[in-house]
């Protein structure tokens, strides 16, 4: 019996380690695609460009009304004046930068309405450090959540 007890902790044991092998990324392991594509995402330059939002993706991402949006870039904006955009359709808001310049924060005043697309809309007009300028503006499209009552 104890045997028998043996010889199943031990195929179990084996069982467990040969699948788990199976699954791991060793080292001489060619990288995944999502690996490699984080590592581009990671990658900086000098021309300006959307590197993240919160919450990420924000493209089409239904948010709450009190949420705030954020949305960053590789390169520091000159100042909250030199950012061109516009937020669609109009409502009540405050845009900030953040301490390094390369987030720009949007909170509702109160709250956005419910059941709300909104489109974000930032020119390639905005002027970034080094007098440098987005090659294309950005569109983002977002949501807040609906209500359908009780």
Known sequence: MVK???????????????????????????????????????????????????????????ILPTQTVEITFNVPIENIGELKYKLEPVVKYKAKLSDDRKTVIISPVSAFPVGTTFTLNVSPLTKFDGKKFLKEGIIIHFKTIGYKGV
Do not use: R
């Open 4 to 62: 028998k007890l043996i010889i199943v902790v031990v195929v179990l044991g084996v069982g467990f380690f040969t699948y788990k092998n199976m699954f791991s990324n060793s080292p001489d392991q060619t990288p995944t695609a999502s690996s490699s594509s984080q590592t581009q995402k990671t990658v900086q330059t000098d021309t300006p460009q959307l590197v993240s939002t919160k919450p990420d993706p924000l493209e089409e991402a239904i």
